[in-house]
T-cell receptor, first 115, second 113 residues
Framework: ETGVTQSPTHLIKTRGQQVTLRCSSQ?????VSWYQQALGQGPQFIFQ???????GRGNFPPRFSGLQFPNYSSELNVNALELDDSALYLC??????????????FGPGTRLTVT | GNSVTQMEGPVTLSEEAFLTINCTYT??????LFWYVQYPGEGLQLLLK?????DKGSNKGFEATYRKETTSFHLEKGSVQVSDSAVYFC????????????FGTGTQLKVEL
């Protein structure tokens, strides 16, 4: 069984540029969540996608946007990059909703550096 | 809003020592509680979970008990190994909040020979 995969592994961008990060969910998982993890901090929730629609959003500006595709893979887009956007971006997928615990399984992350 | 507070690290222990990492939470509903572990250069791995009061989650020798009366979910292990060196994150998921995870700031554990 293939776990959550993310691409690219590392990325360097310049302030003001745009970036797209990609995530393939674990087989059978239909919900994808994105998190930002700054150095030395815990992950912060950006947003979640379920059945191709945004299903909850954290305290991130609109220049953070996303998509989910019919195969449940997902993209995170960040426009007008700022230096503070430098972080590890984590994607997590969850299985179809059954029971009371929605476990999330994380990918290895994409390290974004903005210069 | 929801929040998670963890003890600050780094925590440095000798191999075979007893480990406790404290975690307390604030939540409006009845959250599920998790411990995740992050090894250097990697993403997060689910270590254990508990979904209701008095539940005990356990995995790989680690344990944590969901204490509603003290709003705590402390992580324990009886005998740590060098391979346990990592950053440990306590997290909660409030079902009313759309299943997003709220994390603590993480506790770095270093185990020495």
């Amino acid at each position: 069984e293939t776990g959550v995969t993310q691409s690219p592994t590392h990325l360097i961008k310049t302030r003001g540029q745009q970036v797209t990060l990609r995530c393939s969910s674990q087989s059978g998982h239909n919900t994808v969540s994105w998190y930002q993890q700054a150095l030395g901090q815990g992950p912060q929730f950006i947003f979640q996608y379920y059945r191709e629609e945004e299903n909850g959003r954290g305290n991130f500006p609109p220049r953070f946007s996303g998509l989910q595709f019919p195969n449940y893979s997902s993209e995170l887009n960040v426009n007008a990059l700022e230096l503070d956007d430098s972080a590890l971006y984590l994607c997590a997928s969850s299985p179809p909703r059954s029971g009371i615990t929605y476990e999330q399984y994380f990918g290895p992350g994409t390290r974004l550096t903005v210069t | 809003g929801n929040s998670v507070t963890q003890m600050e690290g780094p925590v440095t222990l000798s191999e075979e020592a007893f480990l406790t990492i404290n975690c307390t939470y604030t939540a409006t509903g009845y959250p599920s509680l998790f411990w995740y572990v992050q090894y250097p250069g990697e993403g997060l791995q689910l270590l254990l979970k508990a979904t209701k009061a008095d539940d005990k989650g356990s995995n790989k020798g680690f344990e944590a008990t969901y204490r509603k009366e003290t709003t705590s979910f402390h992580l324990e292990k009886g005998s740590v190994q060098v391979s346990d060196s990592a950053v440990y994150f306590c997290a909660l998921s409030d079902r009313g909040g759309g299943n997003k995870l709220t994390f603590g700031t993480g506790t770095q554990l270093k185990v020495e020979l």
